[in-house]
């Protein structure tokens, strides 16, 4: 089955034609640099980075563009309540995202454009949309765009023009579906604002939230391009507004595919800054978890699917990655012996790799294809115990595994120990000096340092390797 996507804008299951054969475009609704992101924002973050590992997977080359709001209602709450100049309030939470998109092992966007860098092509596309009659000037000066305008409007959120209030105005960017009105494209300049202005031939002023997305979609990817995404909160009235605008600028279509991610919910409720109930990545690094293992528990549950967070998750995450880990071990020692393969194991291998992109096919299914690695793993390890594989059959499973963590991100295949903390890999590279400079009391000592904070050695084929103790 070819790729298969579930598009938000039909409701239903649809394969992926990209517009370009063997490319695929992508914009991603990037984070509102106010504040540390959640690990509910990397909800929707690590969903598109499976997406766009997918797509590679599935052999696409990918040009994804994550955008950077860093002007809108929030960001200029924020540094004034800070009291520092907006760039320099926003400066410090877009270091921590890309720090945190690291941790997280999220691929790099080829683009990541900032609002602020693209005020001129907002202007442009606000005065495209006023020529065509799509946008008027209000008395307050600001510019709204006319939803009676563009009868397509709510054809994302299957909104009942009946319903809609043509004429009435709202210049928040966050509003309700009952609120659906004409909303601002551009912000005269008020006290609230401070020093934060451009000028624009409606005089100072700022962007609204909605057409920064419209501009920087079209600067990096053109007036059409193949997929959109983000959390589903982001459907109203983000993406219907994005679509108006676009649309209504440009005469054409804007995006082919739509695809949203269901939110992360704490004990039944959304994770979001305003209920306060929500984890920064920090947060939870700081109670003893890893990137690895909160990207498998971001990973954990099919993306339109509601995923619950609790720590009990990040246990049973630690516990299945402890499994992934013994089990390249085994791999690892098994392919330092002479070759044995008495069960033909290259058939099994392109089973399960069929079986594991079939799940991705099948609009990112990825416990099907979790559950593809998983048998692979139990019926390698039968044969491991039977002595039925060694040598480089037992390395092609290693093989597999790398390819299979080209969209997982997860495996480490050849980083066995890698995800201990920095001080305990020096302690074990201190061990392994040691040793080699003959000093076995100091590399002894290390070793019971290393045990009272947790760690074991394990001295393999491939040399040293640091691991959590069990329980
Ligand atoms: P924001 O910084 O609020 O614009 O959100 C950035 C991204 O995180 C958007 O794609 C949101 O849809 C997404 N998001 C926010 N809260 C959650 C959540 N609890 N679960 C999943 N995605 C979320
Ligand atoms: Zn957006």
């Given at each position: 089955m070819p790729l298969h996507f579930h598009n938000t804008l039909s409701r239903k299951l649809e394969e992926f034609i990209p517009l370009e054969p063997g490319k695929a475009r992508l914009y991603t609704c990037g984070?509102?640099?106010?504040?540390f992101a959640h690990i509910g924002n990397f909800r929707a973050y690590i969903f598109e980075d499976l997406l766009r590992r997918t797509l590679a997977y599935c052999g696409f080359k990918v040009t994804q563009v994550m955008n950077l709001t860093d002007v809108d209602d929030k960001t200029i709450r924020g540094a004034r309540q800070a009291g520092l100049p907006l760039d320099q309030f926003t400066r410090q939470f877009k270091d921590a995202f890309f720090a945190d998109l690291k941790t997280l092992r999220i691929e790099p966007a080829e683009f990541y454009p900032a609002a602020t860098g693209c005020i001129p092509e907002m202007i442009r596309m606000i005065e495209v949309l006023i020529e065509k009659k799509h946008a008027y000037v209000g008395d307050d000066k600001s510019v709204y765009f006319s939803i009676?305008?563009?009868?397509?409007?709510?054809?994302l959120a299957r909104?009942?023009?009946?319903e809609m209030r043509v004429g009435v105005r709202i210049k928040h960017d966050e509003y309700a579906k009952e609120s659906v009105a004409d909303f601002a494209l551009w912000k005269a300049w008020d006290e609230?604002?401070?020093e934060v202005k451009w000028d624009s031939p409606w005089g100072p002023g700022r962007p609204g939230w909605h057409i920064e997305c419209s501009a920087m979609s079209m600067k990096h990817l053109g007036p059409t391009f193949d997929l959109h995404t983000g959390g589903v909160?982001?459907?109203?009235p983000h993406h219907e507004d994005e679509i108006a605008q676009s649309e209504a600028a440009?005469?054409?279509?804007?995006?082919?595919y739509w695809l949203h991610c269901a939110h992360l919910m704490v004990e039944g409720q959304k994770m979001s800054k305003s209920m306060g109930n929500f984890f920064t990545l920090r947060d939870v690094v700081a109670k003893g978890w890893t990137g690895r293992e909160i990207r498998w528990v971001l990973l954990?549950?099919?993306?339109r699917q509601q995923l619950d967070f609790s720590f009990q998750g990040c246990h049973n995450a630690r516990a299945a990655l402890q499994r992934v880990d013994d089990f390249k071990t085994r791999l690892q020692e098994a392919a330092a012996l002479p070759d044995a393969d008495t069960t033909g194991v290259a058939a099994r291998l392109t089973a399960a790799e069929a079986e594991f992109r079939a799940g991705l096919e099948d609009d990112i299914n990825l416990s099907a294809a979790l559950a593809a690695l998983f048998n692979l793993v139990r019926d390698v390890n039968r044969m491991l115990d039977a002595g039925e594989l060694a040598g480089k059959p037992a390395a092609a499973v290693a093989e597999l595994l790398r390819t299979l963590d080209t969209v997982l991100?997860?495996?480490?295949v050849d980083q066995a120990?890698?995800?201990?903390p920095a001080d305990i890999l020096a302690l074990a590279q201190e061990r392994q000096d040691a040793r080699k400079a003959k000093n076995f009391a100091r590399a002894d000592e290390i070793r019971k340092l290393l045990a009272a904070r947790g760690w074991i050695l394990e001295d393999t084929p491939q040399g040293p390797r640091v691991k959590r103790q069990a329980g």
């Open positions: 984070p509102t640099v106010y504040n009676a305008s563009f009868p397509r409007y709510g054809q909104l009942n023009r009946d609230a604002d401070g909160d982001n459907l109203f440009n005469g054409v279509k804007f995006v082919n954990g549950t099919h993306y991100g997860v495996l480490d120990g890698a995800d201990a």
